[in-house]
């Protein structure tokens, strides 16, 4: 193992990252996550999944909780989080996950099997390796043919607070100290700073978060920061190829931001000048995630409208349903329905088709075709036109998803 390696293990051995309890990731469904690629997974084994750089499992243990016949390895080279992870998944009775001892810029004790692995995620890692580019050269050789790959590494304009408050605190600590004095020292660098009355928000949240927080954001020995072109020269570097952004309309400049002219000439750019444009004005996410796939698998195609009948869908996962109802004489009233897209705010849906087409998904959990919702749609008094239009409109927010014939499950 490399020296800084070594030391960057030694760093989040002292405190394990991320604090809290098993959360749910962005795209944390792996049949979701096939079905953006044409090619289908094979039929003669189980489902694979690699999360690559752990930690405490906090991803695998909520994906392997939720996918009970996917099989998940959790892989780190943080030996006390390894171990915290996998005395969670005996607590839990998980029988579906693993972890292992891993260093990512090597691959050195990885077990691949046999044709790869069907989803490899990679969440807030790759930017701390000495050189990303080769992790993520490693990693590609991983995965399947089919596969994808889910990526997040840290946005240099997300971050820019961040590093200025980095900055700050090594010009005023000594960083030759063990971590826990650093973070002491640190830590009152930051509460002077953060109670003057002119102390930007930024200093006031650094103030506030946990010691574990702090540490990774504050005093990290090794990072890189992205803009889009260096994210796009990342993953061409790896030898992948840029399948989409994990939640593309964040992507996307909005009316609020431009005016109608201007709005019209950003919709028609490429997703990585689009991209870049948000980024450039400040409008993007925080941190940069993206989906990627091998060269020669590409993006599989939405149905058009003359297809819709013969479609099979599934409600995606990653979206909650709100409604506001009322109970009177015999009857139910909804009053409102709201749609809740991974982390976006709630949503309140036009009352008439697209209410009509929310309602039915909001009850679905297995797969149904499109002229089973066609049908019964038409049949409460909806012309086919605007239950055509709805549809579009729920595959294009992905309210629903079409997965592979191969994964459908009746």
Same mark, same amino acid.
């Given at each position: 193992?490399?020296?800084?390696?070594?030391?960057?293990? @030694?760093?989040? !051995?002292?405190?394990?990252?991320?604090?809290?309890?098993?959360?749910?990731?962005?795209?944390?469904?792996?049949?979701?996550?096939?079905?953006?690629?044409?090619?289908?997974?094979?039929?003669?084994?189980?489902?694979?999944?690699?999360?690559?750089?752990?930690?405490?499992?906090?991803?695998?243990?909520?994906?392997?909780?939720?996918?009970?016949?996917?099989?998940?390895?959790?892989?780190?080279?943080?030996?006390?989080?390894?171990? /915290?992870?996998?005395?969670?998944?005996?607590?839990?009775?998980?029988?579906?996950?693993?972890?292992?001892?891993?260093?990512?810029?090597?691959?050195?004790?990885?077990?691949?099997?046999?044709?790869?692995?069907?989803?490899?995620?990679?969440?807030?890692?790759?930017?701390?390796?000495?050189?990303?580019? !080769?992790? &993520?050269?490693?990693?590609? +050789?991983?995965?399947?043919?089919?596969?994808?790959?889910? #990526?997040?590494?840290?946005?240099?304009?997300?971050?820019? @607070?961040?590093?200025?408050?980095?900055?700050?605190?090594? *010009?005023?600590?000594?960083?030759?100290?063990?971590?826990?004095?650093?973070?002491?020292?640190?830590? /009152?660098?930051?509460?002077?700073?953060?109670?003057?009355?002119?102390?930007?928000?930024?200093?006031?949240?650094?103030?506030?978060?946990?010691?574990?927080?702090?540490?990774?954001?504050?005093?990290?020995?090794?990072?890189?920061?992205?803009?889009?072109?260096?994210?796009?020269? #990342?993953?061409?570097?790896?030898?992948?190829?840029?399948?989409?952004?994990?939640?593309?309309?964040?992507?996307?400049?909005?009316?609020?931001?431009?005016?109608?002219?201007?709005?019209?000439?950003?919709?028609?750019?490429?997703?990585?000048?689009?991209?870049?444009?948000?980024?450039?004005?400040?409008?993007?996410?925080?941190?940069?995630?993206?989906?990627?796939?091998?060269?020669?698998?590409?993006?599989?195609?939405?149905?058009?409208?003359?297809?819709?009948?013969? *479609?099979?869908?599934?409600?995606?996962?990653?979206?909650?349903?709100?409604?506001?109802?009322?109970?009177?004489?015999?009857?139910?009233?909804?009053?409102?329905?709201?749609? @809740?897209?991974?982390?976006?705010?709630?949503?309140?849906?036009?009352?008439?088709? #697209?209410?009509?087409?929310? &309602?039915?998904?909001?009850?679905?959990? /297995?797969?149904?075709? +499109?002229?089973?919702?066609?049908?019964?749609?038409? @049949?409460?008094?909806?012309?086919?036109?605007?239950?055509?239009?709805?549809?579009?409109?729920?595959?294009?927010?992905?309210?629903?998803?079409?997965?592979?014939?191969?994964? &459908?499950?009746?």
């Amino acid at each position: 193992m490399e020296a800084s390696t070594e030391a960057v293990r @030694e760093f989040y !051995e002292l405190f394990p990252y991320p604090s809290g309890a098993p959360t749910l990731r962005i795209g944390f469904d792996i049949r979701y996550l096939m079905s953006l690629v044409r090619m289908e997974r094979p039929t003669d084994r189980p489902i694979r999944i690699l999360d690559a750089g752990c930690s405490r499992g906090v991803g695998a243990l909520a994906c392997a909780t939720l996918q009970p016949d996917v099989q998940v390895l959790g892989v780190d080279i943080n030996r006390i989080a390894l171990e /915290e992870a996998q005395q969670e998944a005996t607590r839990r009775g998980l029988n579906n996950v693993e972890f292992a001892e891993v260093d990512l810029s090597t691959l050195a004790g990885l077990d691949v099997p046999e044709g790869g692995f069907d989803v490899i995620m990679s969440s807030g890692v790759l930017h701390h390796l000495l050189d990303p580019a !080769e992790g &993520l050269r490693l990693l590609k +050789g991983a995965l399947a043919p089919h596969g994808v790959l889910a #990526l997040m590494v840290y946005s240099k304009s997300g971050r820019r @607070e961040i590093l200025e408050i980095s900055q700050a605190i090594d *010009a005023l600590v000594n960083k030759n100290q063990a971590l826990p004095a650093q973070l002491a020292d640190a830590r /009152e660098v930051v509460r002077v700073v953060s109670q003057k009355p002119n102390a930007p928000s930024a200093w006031k949240d650094a103030y506030r978060v946990d010691d574990v927080e702090f540490v990774d954001r504050y005093l990290h020995i090794q990072e890189c920061v992205y803009d889009v072109p260096g994210l796009f020269k #990342l993953i061409a570097q790896g030898g992948l190829s840029f399948l989409r952004w994990m939640d593309p309309p964040a992507w996307q400049a909005k009316s609020a931001d431009l005016d109608s002219d201007l709005l019209q000439k950003a919709r028609a750019l490429s997703p990585m000048k689009s991209a870049r444009l948000v980024d450039n004005l400040r409008l993007g996410p925080r941190i940069m995630e993206v989906y990627l796939c091998q060269p020669e698998n590409r993006a599989r195609p939405m149905p058009i409208p003359e297809g819709l009948a013969h *479609a099979v869908f599934a409600v995606h996962p990653e979206v909650r349903f709100h409604t506001v109802q009322r109970n009177i004489w015999c009857a139910t009233r909804i009053e409102v329905m709201s749609i @809740e897209r991974r982390n976006d705010e709630v949503t309140p849906v036009p009352p008439g088709p #697209l209410t009509a087409i929310a &309602l039915v998904l909001r009850d679905q959990n /297995e797969p149904f075709q +499109g002229q089973s919702l066609i049908s019964a749609m038409v @049949e409460e008094g909806h012309s086919p036109e605007s239950v055509t239009k709805a549809i579009l409109h729920a595959i294009d927010q992905e309210w629903v998803y079409c997965p592979h014939a191969v994964d &459908l499950v009746y």
